[in-house]
């Protein structure tokens, strides 16, 4: 961060004041910048969440309507709450970096703001657009699941990292599965990415997040790269791309045909 972290009981104004006045222009500008969108990002809370509260107050079991507005608005709130994820910055006189706890809870915000809207699409039988609703499950399951990769291994249990995962690669399935009878299977090669464009960016991002796990096994130390890798092929091995599954018999074989796998999953997306 720029604006170097002061404890004190200073006001913000005064913060900034004294920014100012010590010729920290770029400090100051960047501290009033923050400010701003600090603002602007609590009041369009406050609206979402006003939002929310009048189409769950107008939601009624006789009008499908309704509840597709209230699944819908749930959703965009859920959306918004995961762009905060993208640049990981806290907003504010001092600008700082998300630490990973706060990214988890975020991503958990997100998550159940999506995992509401499929309950009430479900329950009323709506109109929710389900693929992209597992897609933003499994990004939201996918980031919390990243707070946990340095968790340490025992024996007598599986790790968090790997029970997550696992639910964030189901929801990447659930979702390529779901765009398929959407879109239809015959137009699979012809929709474009973009998390909204079809179900290649649901096959995309499911193998993409098998990559993820095989460099984060390989990034261990020595003494639990063992235990990563062996985790890694395990979860990789779940989600085979094509009908033959690698034969071998060595961890280290397993390893590369994962990552062999992953790869020519990748290059079905580019063709």
Same mark, same amino acid.
């Given at each position: ?9 200073? +006001? ?6 004294? &920014? ?11 501290? /009033?910048? #923050?400010? *701003? ?21 107008? &939601? ?9 507005? =209230? +699944? ?5 709130? #859920? ?8 640049r ?7 600008? @700082? ?10 991503? !958990?915000?997100?998550l ?8 009430? $699409? ?10 992209? $609703?597992? *897609?933003?499950? #499994?990004k ?7 707070? /946990? @990769?340095?968790?340490?291994? =025992? ?11 696992? !639910?964030? =690669? ?6 390529y ?6 879109? #239809?299977?015959e !137009?699979?090669? *012809? ?14 991002? &499911? ?7 095989? %460099? ?18 395990? %979860?990789?091995?779940?989600? /085979? *791309? ?11 074989? !397993? ?9 020519? +999953? ?6």
């Open positions: 961060s720029m604006i170097d972290p002061i404890q004190t009981k200073k +006001s913000i104004i005064d913060h900034l004041a004294e &920014l100012y006045s010590n010729k920290r222009f770029a400090d100051w500008q960047q501290g /009033w910048g #923050g400010v *701003f969108i600090s603002a602007l990002m609590r009041v369009s809370k406050r609206c979402f969440a006003m939002a929310l509260y009048l189409a769950d107050m107008a &939601l009624d079991t006789d009008n499908d309507i309704d509840a597709d507005v =209230l +699944s819908e608005m749930a959703e965009i709130i #859920g959306t918004a709450i995961y762009s905060r994820l993208h990981s910055t806290l907003h504010g006189a001092h600008m @700082k970096k998300m630490t990973n706890g706060r990214k988890a809870v975020t991503a !958990k915000t997100a159940c703001c999506f995992e509401y809207a499929r309950t009430i $699409n479900d329950k009323f039988e709506g109109n929710l657009s389900l693929w992209e $609703n597992s *897609f933003m499950t #499994g939201c399951i996918e980031k919390v699941a990243n707070s /946990w @990769k340095f968790e340490i291994f =025992l024996s007598s249990s599986e790790r968090t990292y790997a029970v997550l995962m696992e !639910k964030a =690669l189901k929801s990447y399935q659930s979702a599965n779901e765009a398929l009878l959407y879109y #239809g299977e !137009k699979v090669d *012809f929709v474009g990415g973009g998390s909204s464009h079809g179900p290649i960016e649901a096959f995309y991002r &499911l193998h993409a997040c098998r990559l993820k796990i095989l %460099l984060n096994a390989v990034c261990y130390c020595p003494d639990f790269r063992k235990m990563a890798e062996i985790e890694a092929i395990r %979860l990789c091995e779940l989600f /085979w *791309f094509g009908d033959q599954k690698s034969e071998r018999s060595e961890d280290k074989d !397993k390893l590369w045909g994962c990552l062999a796998n992953v790869i020519a +999953s990748l290059v079905f997306c580019r063709n």
